[in-house]
C-alpha cells in the first residue's frame, strides 16, 4: 500500500508540471483564451490548420491529465479526510471534463476558417459571428472550469494546513491561489471584461502548482 502510494505520489507532482508546459505549448501554438476577434482567428486558422490542431491535441492531452492528477491525489491524500479528498477530487474532474468538451467544440472552428477564406458579404459575417460564439462559448467554459479548479485547489489546500502534510508556506499559498480563481473568476462570469486579481490570481495558481509538483515529486514519502 505504501509504494502505491509514493507512486501516486511521484505521479501528482510530475503531472502538475506537466500540466503547465502543455498548457503553455498550447498558447505558444496558438490556442489562447479571451481572444474574440473572429475575422482575425479564422483568418490565422485557414492561413495554419496544422498549428492550430497541434494546439488543440495538446489541449486535450493536458486537461485529460487534469483528471489522473484528480485521481492521484485522492489516492496520496484521502486516507488524511475522505471529504476534503472527495470534493477536491470531484471539482478538479469537474475542471476538466467541460474543457475537454469545449477543446472538441473548438475544432469546428477549422471547417468554419475553410469556408470563410472564400466567403463574401453576408455568408463570411454569418461564419465570423458563429466563430465567434465559439470562441465566446470557450472563454466562458474556461471560466467556470477555472472556479472549479479553485474549489478543488482550496480543499486540498485546507487538507494540506490541517494535517501538516506538506510544508505550510505550501498550503497557504494554495489557500491564495484557490481563493482569488474562485472570486476572481466568479466576478468574471458577470462581468466578462473583469480583469481584478488576473495577473495576481494566475502567478499564485502558477507558484503553487509549480512548489507543490516539485515537492511531490522529489520529498520523502509522507504517509508511512
Not at 88 to 99: A, Y
Request: aromatic share 12%; with cysteine; net charge positive.
Amino acid at each position: 500500500m505504501i509504494i502505491e502510494i509514493e507512486i501516486a505520489m511521484r505521479v501528482a507532482g510530475f503531472l502538475f508540471l506537466f500540466i503547465l508546459v502543455t498548457l503553455f505549448a498550447s498558447i505558444v501554438f496558438g490556442n489562447d483564451i479571451g481572444d474574440f476577434d473572429s475575422d482575425d482567428r479564422l483568418q490565422k486558422i485557414n492561413n495554419n490548420p496544422k498549428k492550430f490542431k497541434i494546439s488543440i491535441v495538446i489541449a486535450l492531452i493536458e486537461w485529460v491529465r487534469i483528471i489522473a492528477l484528480a485521481i492521484m491525489l485522492f489516492i496520496v491524500f484521502s486516507p488524511y479526510n475522505l471529504i476534503l479528498g472527495v470534493v477536491g477530487t470531484i471539482f478538479r474532474i469537474g475542471e476538466g471534463l467541460p474543457r475537454i468538451h469545449s477543446e472538441i467544440n473548438s475544432w469546428g472552428l477549422l471547417n468554419i476558417a475553410r469556408q470563410y477564406s472564400g466567403s463574401s458579404g453576408t455568408e463570411k459575417n454569418a461564419l465570423s459571428d458563429l466563430g465567434r460564439i465559439i470562441l465566446q462559448t470557450r472563454n466562458s467554459r474556461w471560466t467556470l472550469a477555472t472556479i472549479l479548479d479553485g474549489i478543488g485547489i482550496l480543499a486540498y489546500s485546507i487538507l494540506f494546513v490541517t494535517y501538516g502534510v506538506v510544508p505550510p508556506i505550501i498550503g497557504w499559498l494554495g489557500i491564495v491561489a484557490g481563493i482569488l480563481c474562485i472570486f476572481g473568476n466568479g466576478i468574471k462570469l458577470v462581468k466578462p471584461n473583469f480583469k481584478g486579481f488576473t495577473a495576481i490570481g494566475a502567478l499564485s495558481y502558477i507558484l503553487f502548482e509549480v512548489i507543490i509538483g516539485g515537492w511531490l515529486l522529489f520529498s520523502p514519502l509522507i504517509i508511512s
